[in-house]
C-alpha cells in the first residue's frame, strides 16, 4: 500500500460517517487517497437491559450489511468491523481494543487518522480515542503522521458543558449530499428530525460549521498531532 492512506477508527456503526463522511469522499476525489474504516464496537446490545448477542443477532447481521453500503457510498476500500459489547467498553481490558487498533493499522498503514473526540459524551467513543493514541506512539517507524477528532450528532453535542472546540474545518459542499445518503444508508440508525442524527440535521450542522467558516458546509475537526 502507497502512503497516502487514511484510517477512520469509530466505536459504533455510522459514527464513521457522521464523523467525516463528507471529508473523507472529499479526500479520495480530490487528493487520490485510499480510506478504510474500522468499526470497533458491534452496535443494538446496549438497548437491551443485558447484552444478548443472540436475541440482536439479526438485527446485527443487518447493521453490519449497512455499515458496508454506507461505507461504499463515500468511497471506503475496506471496513474492518469487531463485536466488542455496544457502550459496555469499560467492560474490557483497554489492551483488547488496543491489539485490535495495533493489527488493522498495520495492515492498513495509514498516513491520517480519524477518532472519536477525547471528552465526549459517550463512554466507548473516549475509550476509543485513548486506545488508538496508545496504538499510534509517535515512535520511529510508525506510519501516522496526523490524527484528528470529530464529532458525532447526538453525542459530542449533548455532553455539557460543551468542550469540542474544533481547530480544522473541510468544506464538503461537493459531498454532503454523498455523506447524507451513506447516513440513509444506515436505516436502523437514523432518526427523524428533529432529531441530530437526520438528514436534515446532519445539513444543518454542516451549514453551521460552514457558515462560522466561510466554507458553505463544513465538517469540523480537533486536530490531535500532526507530524511534518
Known amino acids: 500500500m502507497n502512503n497516502k492512506n487514511i484510517l477512520v477508527v469509530a466505536a ?10 463528507g471529508t473523507i469522499k472529499k479526500m479520495i476525489e480530490e487528493n487520490g487517497y485510499n480510506a478504510y474504516t474500522l468499526i470497533l464496537g458491534e452496535g443494538a446490545t446496549s ?5 444478548n448477542q443472540e436475541k440482536r ?7 453490519k450489511k449497512q455499515a458496508h453500503k454506507a461505507n ?8 474492518f468491523i469487531y463485536d466488542f459489547p455496544d457502550n459496555r467498553f469499560d467492560s474490557l481490558p483497554l489492551l483488547d481494543i488496543i491489539k485490535v487498533i495495533e493489527k488493522v493499522k498495520s495492515e492498513v498503514q495509514p498516513e491520517i487518522v480519524f477518532t472519536h473526540y ?3 459524551l459517550n463512554l466507548d467513543h473516549r475509550i476509543t480515542y485513548t486506545a488508538l493514541i496508545t496504538a499510534s506512539r509517535p515512535l520511529p517507524g510508525e506510519s501516522v503522521k496526523e490524527i484528528y477528532s470529530f464529532e458525532v450528532l447526538s ?5 455539557y458543558p460543551l468542550e469540542f472546540s474544533p481547530d480544522t474545518f473541510v468544506d464538503i459542499s461537493s459531498t454532503l449530499e454523498n455523506k447524507i445518503k451513506a447516513m440513509e444508508a444506515y ?8 432529531h441530530p442524527r437526520s438528514s436534515e440535521g446532519i445539513k444543518l450542522s454542516a451549514k453551521n460549521w460552514g457558515m462560522k467558516t466561510g466554507l458553505g458546509y463544513a465538517e469540523a475537526f480537533k486536530t490531535v498531532r500532526v507530524l511534518k
Open 47 to 51: 438497548r437491551d437491559e443485558t447484552r
Open 155 to 159: 453525542s459530542t453535542e449533548w455532553n
Open 57 to 63: 443477532s439479526k438485527e446485527l447481521e443487518f447493521l
Open 72 to 79: 461504499k457510498l463515500v468511497g471506503v476500500e475496506d471496513v
Open 118 to 120: 477525547e471528552k465526549d
Open 12 to 21: 459504533h456503526p455510522d459514527d464513521e460517517i457522521l464523523g467525516c463522511g
Open 187 to 194: 436505516e436502523s440508525e437514523i432518526r427523524e428530525y428533529p
